[in-house]
Each structure stands twice: as structure tokens, then as C-alpha cells.
């Protein structure tokens, strides 16, 4: 029987091992692989952790299975022995942890730095952004500017709105700035491995860049109230003349009047 539980603690590490050779091909990590540049950054970091885990509960599981595996094969009679710790080896599960924890902050700064430092943004994330994106319940608002003009921080009377559509161009970074209409909601892209939190009363700037066209998800990763499961909207990502058509549409939409003016002339 006891030879029985140092087996039992044999057998995850290396069920973990299994699992870490059949996982790549059945493709058991990310659902989905990122579509952005720096979504696939973001996802190395997740790996780079994920590995570090792996590689720890491998060697503690078979540690832990040995000293186990040891004590099962001693006779049963032997005298116990009685230890009080060791120095040494306290000195290294605390050191060890500590530099690994110390380097995965470092290491992680750089994309955290692209991602949230708006002195780190890319050169044209810099610029002037591209839509407002304001969450609310249970919706997602975007203000665009008028074709060929700059956003403004304030609305303007010939701005243009859409709900639950989100359209940016393709294949540069897109700058946008995140507000909250009422309570607390969270800006998440899952295939852009964008999530930000929407905060009353606070502009936050947020830049992504898609490099192939096509619609993307963009949910609330907040419990902000009964709705909250409804508040789902689509990222259009468009090559940039489909987008400057589509502005120019939604303009033509929002400033028709009604009227149809009559073209046929008689001759
Ligand atoms: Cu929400």
C-alpha cells in the first residue's frame, strides 16, 4: 500500500508530461491563435509562465513520489529518524522562487510598456485616435469623425455614432479611447488579447492593430449589470478604403433628411 500512494504521485507528473506532447497537436492551449502582433507577445508571456509551472509541478510531483518511494522500500521495524530542517535547502526554495518571480516582472514590462504607456504607443498609435468607444448599458457607443477630420475630445455636431459595430482599418495600429457611460464595463477582444476596463469618469486610450481583415468579437468582461451577457458588439477590421466608404455611408445616412430629390429631368 504504501508503495501504492508513491506511485499515485508518480503518475501526474508524468500524465503532465503525456499531456504536454499530445497538447501542441490538439492544439489544447489557446482556443484560437492571436491575431494581433502584440496579442502574440501577450500570448508568450502566457507560455513562458505556463512552462515555468509545467516544468516546477513535474519536479516537485517526482520529488515527492520519491521520498515517498524511499521510505516504502524501509522495513517497517527501522528506527525512525527525526530531523530539524535544513538550512540550505530552505535558502534555495526561498532564493530560487523569488529570482523566478523577479524575472517573469522584468521580463513581462516591455509588452506591458506597448500595450499601456502611451509614451510606448507606436508612432501612429500616437496620433489622434481613430473612434471613441464608449460602453454603457448594455451597449457598446462608437463616435467616429466626420470623413477627412480629426476626433475631437468633446463631441461634435457632425460626428458620427454607431451601436454595437466597431469598424477600424487594417494592417496599421488603430488608437481609440475608452470611456464609460455609467457603471464599470471592460473593453475584451479575446482574439486581439485586448482588455481594458471602461472607468466613470476616466478617458483611457487603447491601441491595437489587426493585420488581416475580417470580424472579431468584442464583449464586456464585466459583470455591470442584468444585460451584461447581451453586451457584445463586432470589430469590422477593413482595408482603408473600405473604411473611408463606410464613414462616408454612415455620413450620407445620418444627414439624410427624408427627402428622395427627384433626378429624372424631362427632356
Ligand atoms: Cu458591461
Not at 119 to 130: G, M, W
Request: glycine letters at 4%; charged letters at 20%.
Amino acid at each position: 500500500m504504501k508503495k501504492f500512494w508513491a506511485l499515485f504521485f508518480f503518475f501526474w507528473p508524468t500524465l503532465a508530461i503525456v499531456v504536454c506532447c499530445i497538447a501542441p497537436s490538439q492544439n489544447w492551449w489557446f482556443p484560437s491563435e492571436a491575431m494581433s502582433p502584440l496579442g502574440k507577445e501577450i500570448d508568450g508571456l502566457f507560455y513562458l509562465i505556463l512552462v515555468i509551472v509545467t516544468i516546477t509541478f513535474i519536479g516537485t510531483q517526482y520529488a515527492l513520489g520519491w521520498v515517498l518511494w524511499q521510505s516504502a522500500r524501509q522495513d517497517d521495524a527501522a528506527k525512525a529518524e527525526f530531523s530539524h530542517g535544513s538550512h540550505t535547502l530552505e535558502l534555495i526554495w526561498t532564493i530560487v522562487p523569488a529570482f523566478i518571480l523577479l524575472f517573469i516582472a522584468l521580463y513581462q514590462m516591455d509588452v506591458w510598456m506597448k500595450f499601456r504607456v502611451q509614451a510606448k504607443f507606436p508612432d501612429e498609435a500616437k496620433n489622434a485616435p481613430v473612434v471613441e468607444v464608449t460602453a454603457r448599458q448594455f451597449e457598446w457607443r462608437m463616435r467616429y469623425p466626420a470623413p477627412g477630420k480629426l476626433l475631437q475630445l468633446n463631441p461634435q455636431p457632425d460626428d458620427l455614432y454607431t451601436v454595437n459595430e466597431m469598424h477600424v482599418p487594417v494592417g496599421r495600429p488603430v488608437r481609440f479611447n475608452l470611456r464609460s457611460g455609467d457603471v464599470q464595463h471592460a473593453f475584451f477582444a479575446p482574439q486581439l488579447r485586448v482588455k481594458q476596463d471602461a472607468v466613470p469618469g476616466l478617458m483611457i486610450p487603447i491601441w491595437f492593430e489587426i493585420p488581416k481583415p475580417g470580424k472579431y468579437e468584442l464583449l464586456c468582461a464585466e459583470l455591470c449589470g442584468w444585460g451584461h451577457y447581451k453586451m457584445r458588439a463586432t470589430i469590422y477590421a477593413e482595408p482603408e478604403n473600405i473604411y473611408h466608404e463606410y464613414l462616408e455611408a454612415l455620413q450620407q445616412e445620418q444627414n439624410f433628411d427624408g427627402v428622395v430629390p427627384d433626378t429624372e429631368e424631362d427632356e
